[in-house]
């Protein structure tokens, strides 16, 4: 279970959540035979704070979505640029 910033979520929750939104097509197994660590990690973000003020909170599915956008347009433009290249 991941704290991040008072949302709480399970990492098998977060995995769905990620599988949804980029439509993986592999399969996922979560491995009982290993070691589990932590119940509970919470994050925390006082340092931040401190440096650049309260963070406005954002859904966690909200936020992962940008990323993951983000991310694909900048992996986009690479592979772009790669392509004009000859690389």
Request: positive net charge; without cysteine; proline residues 2%.
């Amino acid at each position: 279970t991941f704290n991040l910033k008072g949302q709480e979520i399970e990492i098998k929750e977060l995995v769905d959540i990620l599988d949804d939104i980029i439509h993986f097509k592999g399969r996922i197994t979560f491995d009982k035979s290993q070691l589990e660590g932590p119940k509970r990690k919470a994050l925390d973000t006082s340092k931040m704070e401190r440096l650049v003020g309260k963070p406005t909170l954002t859904a966690i599915r909200y936020g992962l979505e940008l990323t993951i956008a983000k991310a694909d347009d900048a992996l986009g433009n690479h592979r772009t640029l790669q392509s004009a290249n000859g690389a």
